[in-house]
T-cell receptor, first 115, second 110 residues
Framework: EAGVAQSPRYKIIEKRQSVAFWCNPI?????LYWYQQILGQGPKLLIQFQNNGVVDDSQLPKDRFSAERLKGVDSTLKIQPAKLEDSAVYLCASSLLGGQGIEQYFGPGTRLTVT | GQNIDQPTEMTATEGAIVQINCTYQ??????LFWYQQHAGEAPTFLSYNVLDGLEEKGRFSSFLSRSKGYSYLLLKELQMKDSASYLCAVRRQAGTALIFGKGTTLSVSS
């Protein structure tokens, strides 16, 4: 079975520019997560979708970050404008709906460097 | 707030046994997870505990004590490829996201 796909794998931008990341979850996985992992730390949830609805976006900096999952499958995460402190790996993960699944499957991540 | 603590770094030699501890204080508990993350790669699932006790899976075992807010990951017969970061994570409710600790970087030497 294909895993979680993400693109691009690497991105370098200047501060105040905008950037977008794409994620395609495992087929049949209704729940999708975006995590931010800063170097030397564990992943931190940015937003969780269930199908195309937002379940939790309490830690998403909404003044600059946005995310959507229009058809309940692929998702995009956007940063506009980027700040230096946004330099991190952005991980997408997916899981089966609710209590049906235990494990979250992670994609390879997008490493963002803001200069 | 939510707090998950684990040691920052550990070292061990090939063939040895190492125990990585994790303590947590969270509002709600619906399972404790251990993930392995090699440098530059995505986290991969190792184990899951929701009831007290020991779960064994090959060379890896994980233990949970809910009353103490404590878990450990036990790695036996260490191999060089076990050098990685080990992430402890808690799920507060079914179907919600994981809260991760900062990870423990394990270095295995020959």
């Amino acid at each position: 079975e294909a895993g979680v796909a993400q693109s691009p794998r690497y991105k370098i931008i200047e501060k105040r520019q905008s950037v977008a990341f794409w994620c395609n979850p495992i087929s049949g996985h209704a729940t999708l997560y975006w995590y931010q992992q800063i170097l030397g730390q564990g992943p931190k949830l940015l937003i969780q979708f269930q199908n195309n609805g937002v379940v939790d976006d309490s830690q998403l900096p909404k003044d600059r970050f946005s995310a959507e999952r229009l058809k309940g499958v692929d998702s995009t995460l956007k940063i506009q404008p980027a700040k230096l402190e946004d330099s991190a790996v952005y991980l997408c993960a997916s899981s089966l709906l609710g209590g049906q699944g235990i494990e979250q499957y992670f994609g390879p991540g997008t490493r963002l460097t803001v200069t | 707030g939510q707090n998950i603590d684990q040691p920052t770094e550990m070292t061990a030699t090939e063939g040895a046994i190492v125990q990585i501890n994790c303590t947590y204080q969270t509002s709600g508990f619906n399972g404790l997870f251990w993930y392995q993350q090699h440098a530059g790669e995505a986290p991969t699932f190792l184990s899951y505990n929701v009831l007290d006790g020991l779960e064994e899976k090959g060379r890896f075992s994980s233990f949970l004590s809910r009353s103490k807010g404590y878990s450990y990951l036990l790695l036996k017969e260490l191999q060089m490829k076990d050098s990685a970061s080990y992430l402890c994570a808690v799920r507060r409710q079914a179907g919600t996201a994981l809260i991760f600790g900062k990870g423990t970087t394990l270095s295995v030497s020959s």
